[in-house]
């Protein structure tokens, strides 16, 4: 994550917000929900009008946070309800020439739950995505969803293409959705040759890389010094050592067939964002028989990308390892909603 400062991401600025509202202390909540163009701040930041009239936070500065303000304080007095609105450079004259799309509503006691929802999330480390729907008229609302859940406002309102890597608006549906915990990782399983030429091109391209295998010799640190980690494990057992996500990467190179099914039967259940296995067609054929043997559905397996990587007919670890990449790239593009751009807000 990036620029989380005065973020819903920033674990004092949102130990702060509930302290407020936990005293009884309500406050109004400008929200930047997505920007088009150059601006000052990205989508996620956040500023806050508190009761004893002092100033949390900040959007960035400029004529967007001066009107900002001033929907805050008409909010928060009752002049005005709760309001979602363009802030586009032809109404703040901004020399950047971008637009923010900000919405500024009173947060009560109501929030705090979600607020403490929200920092035990933060406190933990854990995967989760921050919620919003802005109704055409009336309270916005507000929750928290979590990793792997099951939630109602994911499974049926049309908020699951939104779960991404990154900040994301939906303009139609009037949806926010924002990702907080760790950044994705990339587990590159089997630290062999192909796996030691991934490894630093991986970490080149933005990619968290954790390498895992089962050989002493070969889990070294210092061979893979563009890692994060390097983990010495079971193969049988990757889940005693490693955590893997359904917004993780994961690229199976372990040093034989019967290995790589035992790692990619484990990922299933996380149905990571990309998985990939190095391999012929016919290990193909036969890794997908044996995994819906062990009840692995073949609509998942039919999914894994094996064969691995861009067919640049690559040959060399090197080639290989460039070919995985290419890959991956593309599948982390895709996998983010249409029209976001950059790390920092996107509109749909």
Request: contains cysteine; charged residues 25%.
């Amino acid at each position: 994550m990036v620029d989380s400062h005065e973020t819903l991401r920033d674990l004092s600025f949102v130990r702060r917000l509930l302290t407020e509202l936990e005293a009884g202390r309500p406050f109004s909540l400008a929200s930047v929900l997505a920007t088009r163009g150059s601006m000052p701040r990205p989508a996620g930041a956040r500023m806050a009008l508190l009761s004893d009239g002092s100033w949390l936070g900040t959007v960035g500065g400029g004529r967007v946070e001066q009107m900002a303000q001033e929907r805050c304080a008409r909010v928060f007095s009752g002049e005005e309800p709760d309001t979602l609105e363009w802030l586009t450079h032809a109404k703040t004259g901004m020399a950047c020439g971008g637009d923010a799309l900000v919405g500024v509503a009173l947060w009560k006691s109501r929030q705090a739950e979600f607020l403490r929802a929200l920092r035990g999330a933060l406190e933990s480390g854990a995967s989760a995505w921050i919620l919003e729907r802005w109704p055409a008229s009336g309270v916005p609302e507000v929750k928290l969803a979590s990793e792997g859940g099951n939630d109602a406002e994911v499974a049926e309102g049309g908020v699951a293409p939104l779960l991404s890597d990154v900040i994301a608006w939906d303009e139609d549906g009037r949806r926010y959705a924002e990702p907080i915990g760790p950044d994705p990782i990339a587990f590159v399983f089997g630290g062999g040759h192909v796996g030691r030429a991934l490894t630093p091109v991986l970490a080149g391209v933005g990619f968290r890389v954790v390498v895992f295998d089962d050989r002493s010799g070969v889990a070294v640190p210092r061979d893979f010094p563009a890692a994060e980690r390097v983990v010495l494990g079971s193969f049988q057992d990757i889940g005693e050592k490693v955590k893997v996500c359904s917004r993780d990467y994961v690229v199976v190179l372990t040093h034989g067939h019967a290995a790589d099914i035992d790692v990619l039967e484990q990922v299933y259940p996380a149905r990571p964002a990309y998985v990939g296995c190095i391999g012929s067609r016919a290990k193909a054929a036969f890794a997908r028989k044996t995994l819906e043997e062990r009840g692995v559905p073949r609509t998942w397996s039919d999914s894994v990308h094996l064969p691995i990587g861009e067919s640049i007919l690559a040959v060399t670890p090197a080639e290989i390892a460039i070919s995985i990449t290419a890959e991956m790239i593309k599948c982390r593009a895709k996998l983010r909603p249409q029209g976001t751009h950059g790390k920092g807000g996107s509109v749909l």
